[in-house]
Nanobody
Framework: VQLQASGGGLVQPGGSLKLSCAASGFTLDDYAIGWFRQGPGRERQAVACIVSRDITTYYEVSVKDRFTISSDKAKNVVYLQMTRLRPEDTAIYYC?????????????????WGQGTLVTVSS
């Protein structure tokens, strides 16, 4: 089971960015996939989660109206579309896989983590 996050970069406030999490060694129906982030001097926090087998999604309150999580089962990739980005969204973003029965928005619910991708929101 491996995860590869990509798509980070530098974006201006108000801009958009789309992150990808490519899964290998398993199918998305077998896991919940979560996106998490860790900003400078902060603890790792949840951003969003998707349970692909029943297409349910969960969001942290501060991103709920700005970010969208989705999955492409044919490509085995989970996306995080981020819009109206703010400087406080600056962080390393990670994707993780967990048991779809209970993994939601807590880091300890996830067993497999990919490497992070850096998102910087700055003018």
């Amino acid at each position: 089971v491996q995860l590869q996050a990509s798509g980070g970069g530098l974006v201006q406030p108000g801009g958009s960015l789309k992150l990808s999490c490519a899964a290998s060694g398993f199918t998305l129906d077998d896991y919940a996939i979560g996106w998490f982030r860790q900003g400078p001097g902060r603890e790792r926090q949840a951003v969003a989660c998707i349970v692909s087998r029943d297409i349910t999604t969960y969001y942290e309150v501060s991103v709920k109206d700005r970010f969208t999580i989705s999955s492409d089962k044919a490509k085995n990739v989970v996306y995080l579309q981020m819009t109206r980005l703010r400087p406080e969204d600056t962080a390393i973003y990670y994707c993780a896989a967990g048991d779809p029965r209970w993994a939601r928005l807590q880091p300890h619910e996830y067993q497999t983590w990919g490497q992070g991708t850096l998102v910087t929101v700055s003018s």
